[in-house]
């Protein structure tokens, strides 16, 4: 199975700030890697497909980059609604695996 | 575009099985593959398995293997998913996903969520 590493696994941040989070493979994924947010109580939400295409809808203070193995989530000047756990996921092969997550947190 | 609603909480016994649902509607259906992903409380996302609702074909993680069946009809546009054996530690969200692109499968369709409790 391929190995997804996150990092940081938690950060506080400030509203306006800007943040990255980091994930890496154990092995190549190409350019199969996404990134979902999930709100407390909610269902994961697709942000960044295809490690730097914008989903329909999502804010462009969002932004993905990387392939291969090592592949970074940017978020630019913070707002309230951002503060909520990352995740990363390949769909190179089976199994999909995810990251362990990464809880952005409000300082 | 699609939307994806799963059936209610569900509290089991330990050594019992438990059948949830996920009702597509929209018409990208029998294009898309399913994937079952759960998490328990405070835990990461840990994918199960899918289905490529088209012709069937499933594939599960190598620690679900042989106690979770996913299984589709497409007469309701409904996919199922059913764990045997039930475990305490099998007490977490279950959630359905599907994806409109076959080459990225990145799921941007994603259910409401159903709590599975499993306990004595």
């Known amino acids: 199975d391929i190995q997804m590493t996150q990092s940081p696994s938690s950060l506080s941040a400030s509203v306006g700030d800007s943040v990255t989070i980091t994930c890496r493979a154990s092995?190549?994924?190409?350019?199969?890697l996404h990134w979902y947010q999930q709100s407390p109580g909610r269902a994961p939400k697709l942000i960044i497909y295809?490690?730097?295409n914008l989903q329909s809808g999502v804010s462009s203070r969002f932004s993905g980059d990387g392939s291969g193995t090592e592949f970074t989530l940017k978020i630019t000047s913070l707002q309230p609604e951002d503060f909520a756990a990352y995740y990363c996921?390949?769909?190179?092969?089976?199994?999909?695996?995810f990251g362990q997550g990464t809880r952005l947190e409000i300082k | 575009q699609m939307q994806l609603v799963q059936s209610g909480p569900e509290v089991r016994k330990p050594g019992t099985s438990v059948k949830v649902s996920c009702k597509a509607s929209?018409?990208?259906?029998?294009?898309?593959?399913v994937q079952w992903v759960r998490q328990a409380r405070g835990q990461p996302l840990e994918w199960i398995g899918w289905?490529?609702?088209?012709?069937?074909?499933?594939s599960y993680a190598q620690q679900f293997q042989g106690r979770v069946t996913i299984t589709r009809d497409m007469s309701t546009s409904t996919v199922y998913m059913e764990v045997t054996g039930l475990r305490s530690d099998d007490t977490a969200v279950y959630y359905c996903?599907?994806?409109?692109?076959?080459?990225?499968?990145?799921?941007?369709?994603w259910g409401q969520g159903t709590l599975v409790t499993v306990s004595s």
């Open positions: 996903a599907a994806h409109s692109s076959g080459y990225y499968r990145a799921s941007d369709y």
């Open positions: 929209g018409a990208i259906f029998a294009s898309t593959s």
């Open positions: 289905i490529i609702v088209g012709g069937a074909k499933t």
């Open positions: 092995q190549t994924i190409t350019g199969l």
């Open positions: 295809g490690a730097s």
């Open positions: 996921q390949q769909t190179y092969t089976i199994p999909y695996t």
